[in-house]
């Protein structure tokens, strides 16, 4: 997406309506200082809003999955609760986003007049839509904090690009040479009983299974065997047997590597099931230029994060920690979502997320 249209769509569609304070709105001192990076002070009212923003997604999202107690929750099973772990990420994204800002120069970036404009129109939409009560709870009373924010989103996503463009990194045929191959799977996990307990196979019923597969294996017509049988044909394409993005077992990809093009595998039996190959192509023209695009994008990012990595070490960062801990996720949000957006909150660029939210 443009970053002028990226710009325009944050908070141009976010519309709380219906609220119900369960307290008195927001306590928090916008003035108040969240953190400094080196000379640079970030103020409460930014933390707070983006934090809010951050928690509006994941309760449209994930309150009907994880319960209106959540927050309180040990979800990633690291000893901490949603609230904390969200509220890091937060932190860990405002340092990243004010790191980019200040080293803007270095790369020629800048805002331009059409993307101040797009910043300015998204902050007066979501004013003009909202009561002030609403905008009080979500921390949003200040519009300056809501243009930073904008700008900061705006700022990270173009200073993203400036430094991937400027990595120094290829991708040689050979890194990202693909071999593909057509498979079928017979599962040997069990069956479901009428009451959709999963019951294990019989040692009989294994072997009939397997018997199966050997008839696949042995078939002059690899796909019609597959159909006949009641199976379904896949496809994968992997670079070698020790990929380790893989999805299928090192069995099978070993399997893979022992085959010629048009070869069949024989019964290739795993914990989980029995695979018969069919090796498709030794060299996929295709597969092999999407994983140079692949492995190009990884390193890209690769050089993103290490340039950002050494910026932390460089700078000096201090939290505010007494500011800080006044943020809270007590009031719950409701969305009034678009049906075709079924994403989770993004960890750092989640500001997209929401359409419309609604205090409840």
């Known amino acids: 997406m443009k970053n002028k249209e990226r710009a325009a769509k944050l908070f141009a569609a976010l519309a709380i309506t219906g609220i119900t304070l369960s307290g008195c709105g927001s306590t928090i001192d ?38 209106e107690d959540m927050w309180e929750k040990d979800l ?62 979500v921390g949003g009373e200040n519009k300056e904090d809501i243009l930073e924010v904008l700008r900061l989103y705006t700022i990270q996503s173009k200073m993203r690009k400036s430094i991937e463009d400027s990595a120094d990194v290829e991708v040689t045929d050979e890194e990202a040479a693909q071999r593909s191959f057509s498979y079928v799977v017979i599962s040997t996990t069990g069956k479901y009983d009428e009451e959709s307990n999963l019951v294990e196979y ?52 070993e399997a893979a590597d022992g085959l010629k093009e048009g070869d069949i595998s024989g019964v290739v039996e795993t914990e989980n099931g029995y695979y018969v190959l069919r090796l498709d192509s030794e060299h996929d023209k295709e597969a092999s230029e999407e994983k140079k695009e692949e492995i190009l994008s990884q390193k890209k990012s690769d050089y993103y994060e290490d340039v950002l990595s050494g910026w932390r070490d460089e700078a000096k960062w201090e939290i505010n920690g007494k500011e800080w801990d006044k943020v809270t996720f007590k009031d719950r949000f409701t969305a009034k979502a678009d049906p075709e957006d079924t994403e989770a909150p993004a960890e750092e660029e989640g500001l997209d997320a929401t359409e419309g939210v609604e205090l409840k």
């Open 30 to 67: 916008s003035d108040a200082v969240f953190a400094t990076l080196d000379d640079t002070t970030i103020t409460m009212g930014v933390a707070n809003f983006t934090a809010k923003y951050q928690q509006a997604n994941y309760d449209s999202f994930y309150t009907a999955y994880f319960g």
């Open 76 to 137: 990633y099973g690291n000893g901490s609760t949603l609230a904390q772990d969200v509220k890091r990420d937060v932190a860990d994204s405002l340092e990243n986003m004010y790191l980019l800002k200040a080293h803007m120069a270095e790369y020629h970036v800048e805002l331009s007049k059409e993307e101040e404009a797009a910043i300015e129109k998204a902050a007066d939409t979501f004013l003009a839509d909202n009561s002030k009560e609403a905008i009080k709870q």
């Open 202 to 253: 019989t040692e009989e019923e294994k072997a009939q299974l397997r018997d199966k597969a050997v008839d696949i294996a042995e078939a002059e017509d690899f796909e019609k065997a597959v159909t006949d049988a009641g199976y379904t044909v896949s496809k994968e394409s992997y670079g070698s047997a020790e990929d380790t993005d893989s999805s299928l077992n090192k069995e099978v990809l």
